[in-house]
């Protein structure tokens, strides 16, 4: 057996605009146990900065504690790194991001990381609207600590142990709406189809992006009572068709609930969209917690985009900080001197 990933690629392997490979976007070789959701999740994240053309060395990759906070060794390797403790993400995000806004931000967190010790961190990073795409990779348990139920766990749903969890669980897609999220969506990290465009969308969305990947563990949850199994979403979910295309001239189509409709894409390729008959509008905030409430009691999973808000103030707006990155200012600029400062101080008065 070899850890070592083969050096030979394809001379005829697809570029994108930038000239790179997809391989230039890889990572090391997963530790993670075999058939693992969350390296379906890093393949996404791959092939979705790959078709975004985006600069490896532009990236800022974080995370915390727990099998999903070890991904971001498995993707873009020639990008920035930060393992933080655990559910203290958000707080290295936002300085990383406030010093340097010129980065694409990527966030990799898990449920217990998100739910449990960082849901406080994750509530205002939410509400503060931070410049970036957190992505949970949501399994239901810690995968580190031998499979105990995690606060995302279903009331009634058994662990491998057959314990059944009698307490409530947390939707996160449903708290980031519901405090002010301005990108939410859920996938699943067995439909790749739909995860990609998702993971291209929050990462061009400008304001928090939030994903709740659902992921099943392997090793502990994916047996036929856990609810956060394969055999269990791929049973309730109900995806919304989602594609995603780059900001170029305007395409409209028009066309009724229930029916398919082509569209021709600037590149000349074909997208068939289908209008579901229960469509809400997933700019409304209010909808958009009906239409998930609604889903939940009818015990399914809903899917896609979930809810966006367009055009939104990220946090940079609204403080009004510099545009440039701390690090490519001067001494001058960075410490202008007593008299600022007392200008400064005079506005707080």
């Known amino acids: ?25 890889e990572g090391g070789l997963s530790t993670l146990c075999a058939g693992c959701g969350h390296d379906s999740i890093s393949a996404a994240i791959i092939d979705a900065c790959f078709e975004l053309n985006i600069e490896p060395h532009k990236v800022a ?125 859920r996938s699943f990290s067995g439909d790749k189809q739909q995860l990609v465009p998702l993971i291209k969308a929050a990462i061009s969305h400008r304001g928090f992006a939030l994903l709740d990947v659902i992921s099943p563990c392997v090793t502990f949850n994916n047996h036929g009572e856990s609810t956060k199994s394969y055999e269990h979403v791929r049973k309730v979910n109900d995806a919304m068709p989602v594609d995603f295309v780059p900001m170029k001239e305007e395409i409209t189509a028009t066309y009724d609930s229930g029916t398919t409709f082509e569209v021709c894409m600037h590149d000349g390729s074909v997208v068939r969209l289908y209008k579901q008959d229960n469509d809400y509008d997933i700019e409304d905030r209010h909808a958009a917690l009906e239409a998930t409430s609604h889903y939940t009691q009818e015990g399914k999973i809903l899917t896609g985009l979930l809810y966006i808000q367009r055009d939104s103030e990220e946090l940079h707006d609204q403080l009004g900080t510099t545009r440039r990155a701390l690090n490519s200012m001067d001494e001058n600029e960075l410490c202008p001197g007593s008299r600022f400062l007392d200008s400064i101080n005079a506005g707080l008065r």
């Open 61 to 185: 990759k974080l995370s915390g504690i727990g099998c999903s906070s070890k991904t971001p060794a498995y993707f873009l390797s020639g990008s920035h790194s930060f393992n933080s403790v655990h559910g203290r993400m958000p707080s290295v995000a936002t300085g990383a991001n406030l010093a340097n806004r010129e980065l694409t931000y990527i966030g990799i967190s898990g449920d217990g990381d998100t739910a449990s010790i960082g849901l406080g961190q994750f509530a205002h990073v939410v509400r503060r609207n931070l410049n970036m795409t957190y992505i949970v990779e949501n399994n239901g348990c810690y995968g580190l600590t031998k499979g105990q139920d995690s606060a995302t766990m279903d009331t009634g749903a058994k662990n491998k142990k057959g314990d059944i969890n009698l307490y409530s669980p947390i939707d996160l897609a449903r708290l980031a709406i519901e405090i002010g999220a301005t990108f939410v969506g």
């Open 1 to 25: 057996m070899t850890y070592v990933k083969p050096a030979f690629r394809h001379p005829d392997a697809p570029v994108n605009e930038l000239g790179r490979t997809r391989a230039e976007y």
